[in-house]
């Protein structure tokens, strides 16, 4: 039997489909911005290259801030009104930033909008709204929103900018989180319960140990390596386009649009190397040293677009991979009864990459320029690298999460015991409030139906459709 045995219901479907609308819309906006911004600002009253990164990487810090605390807020006034409420912040943050005429206006706006966090929110709804073997299933699928978004912002930003401007740019942002808002009102289902997920929402006793763990913290320090080595590059990136090749801001999609497309085509082998081959590890120190070859070679040669395209090829070649296999990292490393806490430190240290990429970009580009921006990030890299070296070798088993129904504590560590013994079940734990068992599972060898006998059959009603 799979572990996945029966389909996706058309409920979670939609969960899946409109819940990465909402995650895509927010973080296209935040995106969009990236490519034309550190040329905008310079029209802007107060401008300096520190401001102009402070203004691009600030939603960085105040998602940093936000996220886990309104994660937790929607436990207890429920997870709509958080993300209604969030999109409205980020939406107002919008409009500040579409009216600013001066740089800390546009910080402001840009605050505003990472304040408007509702990451942890969206992750638990869509707990709340599909079943536990099916989850992974919808995060997958938003997780693959946020990376389409960023693929789309490269190339809409710079095309919106030719038309309507950077203040468009925010126009339109705005409009996306009244679309996001519609969506969520009128086209999420509502939880008839909405209850605590350890696989998806952020565990506050447990987030110690996954701060001080020394492997998660190992991938956690290299989440915030490569976001701020991304956004440190774009505050440099439009200056090298238009200055040293001649290449007006409008335009600069024609370039962005075949480098993604032949990064994608590019990062797959290594993916299927890395988790066919069980060789994730070398894949990703491999990919470190490749970013690091492209920000050696980008200063070098800013001034030939052959050069500047490869360099970038290189880039987000090596980023698109890093991107897709290190949640999968942290989903390997973590227990599987405290991964969402996992996932929590994780995405919180990387929109803190964001943040001090900008800010830190800025200032190097201020007063050391582009060299300047690219040493400090081989410099980075290289500590990630030897980082990396020192991971272990993470186990290849896929997690699973399973419903055993109301059990007493005694009940669960006999069901413990039970599965601990079946083949190929090589961790388990037991949640007896929560009625699930989290496990460790290595899909060659294990038995689903010999697993799925210790789970409750129950057919409950969880949405109110």
Do not use: C
């Not at 029209?43 to 994660?71: H, N, R, S, V, W």
């Not at 970038?312 to 991964?339: G, T």
């Amino acid at each position: 039997m799979s572990l996945n045995h029966e389909k996706m219901t058309s409920i979670e479907k939609r969960v899946a489909m409109t819940l990465s609308a909402i995650f895509a819309s927010r973080m296209l906006g935040l995106f969009m911005v990236l490519p034309v911004f550190a040329v905008y600002a310079e029209e802007l009253d107060g401008f300096t290259p520190t401001l102009a990164g402070l203004a691009i990487g600030i939603y960085g810090l105040t998602q940093a801030m936000f996220q886990i605390p309104l994660g937790m807020l929607s436990d207890n006034i429920g997870r709509k009104p958080v993300i209604i409420g969030g999109l409205l912040i980020f939406g107002i943050g919008s409009v500040v930033a579409a009216l600013a005429d001066s740089i800390t206006g546009v910080i402001v706006g840009r605050a505003l909008q990472g304040a408007g966090a509702i990451a942890s929110a969206v992750m638990a709804l869509a707990a709340d709204l599909t079943r536990e073997e099916h989850r992974i299933k919808v995060m997958a699928s938003i997780g693959m929103s946020i990376g389409l978004s960023f693929a789309l912002a490269l190339i809409f930003g710079p095309m919106l900018h030719g038309w309507f401007g950077v203040e468009g740019i925010f126009w339109i942002t705005a409009l996306l989180a009244v679309a996001g808002i519609t969506v969520a009102k009128f086209w999420v289902p509502t939880p008839v319960i909405t209850r605590f997920h350890r696989d998806a929402e952020v565990e506050v006793s447990w987030l110690r140990q996954a701060i001080t763990d020394p492997q998660l913290l190992r991938l956690d320090a290299g989440i915030f390596i490569l976001h701020f080595i991304l956004v440190s590059q774009f505050v440099v990136m439009p200056g090298i386009l238009i200055d040293q090749l001649g290449i007006a801001l409008e335009l600069h999609w024609h370039l962005y649009l075949p480098v993604l497309f032949f990064s994608v085509l590019a990062m797959v082998p290594f993916i299927i190397l890395a988790e066919k081959k069980r060789k994730i590890k070398q894949v990703l120190i491999g990919a470190i040293m490749i970013i690091s070859v492209s920000q050696l070679g980008l200063p070098l040669l800013s001034g030939s677009i052959v050069g500047v395209v490869i360099m970038l090829w290189l880039f987000f070649s090596a980023f698109n991979l890093l991107e897709a296999s290190m949640p999968s990292l942290v989903a390997k490393m973590a227990p599987a009864a405290h991964k969402g806490t996992a996932m929590g430190a994780y995405s919180t240290t990387q929109f803190l990459g964001v943040f001090f990429g900008g800010l830190t970009g800025g200032a190097l580009s201020e007063n050391f320029g582009i060299a300047g921006v690219a040493s400090f990030n081989v410099l980075l890299l290289m500590i990630w690298a030897g980082i990396a070296i020192t991971m272990k070798r993470p186990h290849f088993y896929t997690s699973y999460l399973m419903k055993v129904g109301e059990v007493s504590e005694q009940q669960a560590e006999e069901i413990i015991r039970g599965l601990s013994i079946l083949p190929g079940v090589m961790d388990v734990t037991v949640i007896a409030e929560d009625g699930v068992a989290y496990l460790k599972l290595e899909k060659e060898h294990v038995d689903m139906d010999e697993v799925h006998r210790f789970a409750a059959v129950e057919d409950e009603e969880l949405l109110n459709l």
